[in-house]
């Protein structure tokens, strides 16, 4: 009974190849999430949508696009991963924009980049 | 900026003892604030939140925390700790009309049986 399934677990990718994270839900959440974590550091967030508007957070590198086909699926694309970008990548969702909501987290996505 | 600070990043305890996680946040508007914990292999799960009104709230597994103001702190307890609290604990921070989350950088709980 998952709610928010991010696919895969464990990704392999190789310098400079460009790579894409799923996350899918099914709480017909408006809100989706993406969230860069790494190693001994607090998650960072990159992007969110609200429905179909994407608000891309300032510092988020050119490098990260996003895609939201329809409400249940999201994608996270690396362009040309760095060794840099190697991380544990979050997708959470919530009902609605605004306080008083709470954020459902997948288990995550951990990027390995050789 | 806004930030979100846990004062220990590595925090060891006995069962039974008791436990207390401070997180201070800088921001002077309305704020939510959650404590979510990671138990090894798995995914964020949200502990407790508060949203407003009474500023002791209680969340799952014998956790609560404190809002205190004054103080912009947020501070998570439990009486009596059990080895299956090991884990990961985030605090957090929603801003800005609530679409951010701000973490902080996580406090790692073990428990020693």
């Known amino acids: 009974d998952a709610m928010v399934i991010q696919n895969p677990r464990y990704q392999v990718t190789q310098f400079g190849k460009p790579v894409t994270l799923s996350c899918s839900q099914t709480l017909n959440h408006n809100v989706m999430y993406w969230y860069q974590q790494k190693s001994s550091q607090a998650p960072k967030l990159l992007f969110h949508y609200y429905d179909k508007d994407f608000n891309n957070e300032a510092d988020t590198p050119d490098n990260f696009q996003s895609r939201r086909p329809n409400t249940s699926f999201c994608f996270l694309d690396i362009r040309s991963p760095g060794l840099g970008d190697a991380a544990m990548y979050l997708c959470a969702t919530s009902s609605r924009q605004g306080l008083n909501t709470e954020a459902f987290f997948g288990q995550g996505t951990r990027l390995t980049v050789v | 900026a806004q930030s979100v600070s846990q004062h220990n990043h590595h925090v060891i305890l006995s069962e039974a003892a008791s436990l207390e996680l401070g997180c201070n946040y800088s921001y002077g508007g309305t704020v939510n604030l959650f404590w979510y914990v990671q138990y090894p292999g798995q995914h964020l799960q949200l502990l407790l939140k508060y949203f407003s009104g009474d500023p002791l709230v209680k969340g799952i597994k014998g956790f609560e925390a404190e809002f205190i103001k004054s103080k912009f702190s947020f501070n998570l307890r439990k009486p009596s700790v059990q080895w299956s609290d090991t884990a990961e604990y985030f605090c957090?921070?929603?801003?800005?009309?609530?679409?951010?989350?701000?973490f902080g950088a996580g406090t790692i709980l073990r428990v020693k049986s």
């Open positions: 957090a921070v929603a801003i800005l009309g609530g679409n951010k989350l701000v």
